[in-house]
């Protein structure tokens, strides 16, 4: 008798990365139809295309992958996102291997073949934590907006109204002339000519969403069948490539069924 679905888990994003096609095929099916969500990739290059616009709960990797291997991707995740539940998926079953793989940051190390019961209840544990540290992190804002209801009032600064038009200290900077794009924190890095465009065209709406259609206008893809692919990657590689350099993520973001929208981004053109 198979195991019916749990609707549950039907707001938990999984994502497999597997290159064996029959085994994320397979896999990919049974975690769906225990009511995850899940979407399944080949390679770090297809895992990284989706993760950059589609939030998730758990991924869960193998190790030997072709090019970037699991151990890279899961340093990278790690690097970034501290609550993502990892778990390695792998045929490595070395003493040396687990201990590797769990010093790289995952949360759980699981030799194939695995018994989807385990992993499940793996993927649930590690949905529980990011469940938690959400309500946690919501009583914590909710507590310290109460403490700033009752504070009493301070007057304001004497030199309020003379800053008034100065900068948030939240503002990133961006020289349309040399396509230096600088963090609030001071790093900066230069940007390529499609992601100068994509900034530029986004920057121009004031957060407001700008649909993928436009942005192929401003990229010059001729090919429609090609503009959702194309401006995804090169949206996916501007998000990676600038946190990797500034150390913060830039603040742009994924509308669904809208399109993407840049904010706290001041353009400099002289």
Same mark, same amino acid.
């Given at each position: 008798?198979?195991?019916?679905?749990?609707?549950?888990?039907?707001?938990?994003?999984?994502?497999?990365?597997?290159?064996?096609?029959?085994?994320?095929?397979?896999?990919?099916?049974?975690?769906?139809?225990?009511?995850?969500?899940?979407?399944?990739?080949?390679?770090?290059?297809?895992?990284?295309?989706?993760?950059?616009?589609?939030?998730?709960?758990?991924?869960?990797?193998?190790?030997?992958?072709?090019?970037?291997?699991?151990?890279?991707?899961?340093?990278?995740?790690?690097?970034?996102?501290?609550?993502?539940?990892?778990?390695?998926?792998?045929?490595?079953?070395?003493?040396?291997?687990? #201990?590797?793989?769990?010093?790289?940051? =995952?949360?759980?190390? %699981? /030799?194939?073949?695995? $018994? &989807?019961?385990?992993?499940?209840? !793996?993927?649930?544990?590690?949905?529980?934590?990011?469940?938690?540290?959400?309500?946690?992190?919501?009583?914590?804002?909710?507590?310290?907006?109460?403490?700033?209801?009752?504070?009493?009032?301070?007057?304001?600064?004497? #030199?309020?109204?003379?800053?008034?038009? =100065?900068?948030?200290? %939240? /503002?990133?900077?961006? $020289? &349309?002339?040399?396509?230096?794009? !600088?963090?609030?924190?001071?790093?900066?890095?230069?940007?390529?000519?499609?992601?100068?465009?994509?900034?530029?065209?986004?920057?121009?709406?004031?957060?407001?969403?700008?649909?993928?259609?436009?942005?192929?206008?401003?990229?010059?893809?001729?090919?429609?069948?090609?503009?959702?692919?194309? /401006?995804?990657?090169?949206?996916?590689?501007?998000?990676?490539?600038?946190?990797?350099?500034?150390?913060?993520?830039?603040?742009?973001?994924?509308?669904?069924?809208?399109?993407?929208?840049?904010?706290?981004?001041?353009?400099?053109?002289?």
């Amino acid at each position: 008798m198979s195991t019916p679905i749990n609707t549950r888990h039907a707001d938990c994003h999984v994502f497999l990365v597997e290159d064996e096609d029959s085994l994320r095929q397979d896999l990919s099916f049974l975690l769906q139809h225990r009511g995850y969500q899940v979407t399944a990739c080949a390679s770090a290059a297809e895992f990284y295309r989706h993760f950059a616009v589609k939030p998730a709960s758990v991924v869960v990797l193998d190790i030997g992958l072709e090019g970037e291997d699991g151990l890279s991707i899961c340093k990278h995740l790690r690097s970034h996102n501290p609550l993502l539940g990892i778990i390695f998926l792998t045929a490595r079953g070395l003493r040396d291997d687990r #201990v590797h793989g769990l010093m790289t940051g =995952a949360d759980a190390y %699981m /030799v194939k073949p695995v $018994e &989807l019961d385990e992993l499940c209840l !793996t993927i649930d544990r590690l949905e529980d934590r990011l469940r938690l540290a959400q309500v946690n992190s919501l009583s914590a804002v909710s507590a310290a907006r109460a403490v700033a209801d009752v504070a009493p009032a301070r007057p304001a600064p004497a #030199v309020a109204e003379a800053s008034e038009a =100065a900068p948030s200290p %939240m /503002v990133w900077s961006f $020289e &349309l002339g040399t396509g230096l794009i !600088t963090a609030p924190n001071g790093k900066s890095r230069r940007l390529t000519g499609n992601e100068r465009t994509v900034v530029y065209a986004l920057s121009q709406r004031d957060g407001q969403a700008v649909s993928v259609e436009e942005l192929a206008v401003q990229l010059l893809i001729a090919n429609p069948a090609e503009a959702k692919h194309r /401006v995804e990657v090169i949206v996916s590689r501007l998000r990676r490539s600038v946190e990797q350099a500034v150390e913060i993520p830039l603040p742009l973001y994924l509308l669904r069924g809208t399109g993407y929208c840049l904010r706290d981004v001041r353009v400099v053109e002289d």
